[in-house]
């Protein structure tokens, strides 16, 4: 199974700057790593899918990039609607699909 | 538009069944993977099952046995069905549909808003 490390746990941060989050993967999962938000009481919604391509509807100020085992999720300046839980996951190597444990984003 | 409204969650004691429906609109079910992720109370998301267009399932080793994952391609409705139940079972259960046709992969693009599994005596 791979397991894939997401740090840090939490990130705080203003609006208006640039977060940084991470997922390290336990083997290469090559590109097939997607990026998810999760707002509270909300379903997740997809934002990134096999390491940089963004999902329909998702502004530019997120990016994704890497490769292998090491991937960054980047939002450029942070708005207020962008706080919360972001998970990446893994369909390289399945079943089982393996998710991150995610890093939260708050309001500093 | 792509529409998931998953129901049939509940409160069921330990060792007892449930099964979740999912109705899906928008797209026809049977030609993309469809999956279950659940998600327990603060904690992370966890892949519990999938279905391929082509009918084979997948289960992950926790459910393995006790959950059964299927397709009523006329009424285009995805459900679970749990037996068995375990308190470790207790979570918001997510039908969520697969980006392209016809293929295995696993990019969930349309989520439901969840139906709520709690097993507990």
């Known amino acids: 199974e791979v397991v894939l490390t997401q740090s840090p746990a939490t990130l705080s941060l203003s609006p208006g700057e640039r977060a940084t989050l991470s997922c390290r993967a336990s083997?290469?999962?090559?590109?097939?790593l997607a990026w998810f938000q999760q707002k509270p009481g909300q379903a997740p919604r997809l934002l990134i899918y096999?390491?940089?391509n963004r999902a329909t509807g998702i502004p530019a100020r997120f990016s994704g990039s890497g490769s292998g085992t090491d991937f960054t999720l980047t939002i450029s300046s942070l708005e207020p609607e962008d706080f919360g839980v972001y998970y990446c996951?893994?369909?390289?190597?399945?079943?089982?699909?393996?998710f991150g444990g995610g890093t939260k984003v708050d309001i500093k | 538009e792509v529409q998931l409204v998953e129901s049939g969650g509940g409160l069921e004691q330990p060792g007892g069944s449930l099964r979740l429906s999912c109705a899906a609109s928008?797209?026809?079910?049977?030609?993309?993977?469809m999956a279950w992720v659940r998600q327990a109370p603060g904690k992370g998301l966890e892949w519990v099952s999938s279905?391929?267009?082509?009918?084979?399932?997948h289960y992950a080793d926790s459910v393995k046995g006790r959950f059964t994952i299927s397709r009523d391609n006329s009424r285009n409705m995805l459900y679970l069905q749990m037996i068995s139940l375990r308190a470790e079972d207790t979570a918001l259960y997510y039908c969520?549909?697969?980006?392209?046709?016809?293929?295995?992969?696993?990019?969930?693009?349309?989520w439901g808003q969840g139906t709520r599994v709690t097993v507990s005596s």
């Open positions: 279905i391929l267009p082509t009918g084979i399932t």
């Open positions: 969520a549909k697969t980006k392209m046709e016809s293929t295995s992969n696993m990019i969930f693009d349309y």
């Open positions: 928008g797209f026809t079910l049977t030609t993309y993977a």
């Open positions: 996951q893994q369909r390289k190597y399945w079943p089982p699909v393996t």
């Open positions: 096999d390491a940089s």
């Open positions: 083997q290469s999962v090559d590109v097939y």
